[in-house]
């Protein structure tokens, strides 16, 4: 399974990015998708994820300006990110696992097989 993960930059505080996390190769039938991110000095932090029955879950520190989606094909995620502040930068990181309960919500990033390279996503204020 490869991720691509994209769309990071330099944003100013309030503004507004999309990230996105192509995936190919999967062999399963059924994945859950979920986004990371670790900022300087700090440990890798989950954002949000993503069941294949589309269900969503976002973290406390995000919640009410992030939102996780995915296409038709469930291939490509997408991570919107709006109200951006200074303590969002950070390397963002895609990751996804084979799973047999669609419903299930993973927000450990111990419970992901495959990661993606980041992108980086920098607020400037």
């Known amino acids: 399974v490869q991720l691509q993960a994209s769309g990071g930059g330099l944003v100013q505080v309030g503004g507004s990015l999309r990230l996105s996390c192509a995936a190919s190769g999967r062999t399963s039938s059924m994945y859950a998708t979920g986004w990371f991110r670790r900022a300087p000095g700090k440990e890798r932090e989950f954002v949000a994820t993503i069941n294949w029955s589309g269900g969503t879950h976002v973290g406390d520190s995000v919640k009410d300006r992030f939102s996780i989606s995915s296409d038709n094909t469930r291939n490509t995620i997408y991570l919107q990110m709006n109200g951006l502040k200074p303590d969002d930068t950070a390397i963002y990181y895609c990751?996804?696992?084979?799973?047999?309960?669609?419903?299930?919500?993973?927000?450990?990033?111990?419970?992901?097989?495959?990661w993606g390279q980041g992108t980086q996503v920098t607020v400037s204020s």
């Open positions: 990751s996804t696992k084979a799973v047999v309960n669609p419903y299930r919500i993973y927000d450990n990033e111990k419970e992901y097989e495959f």
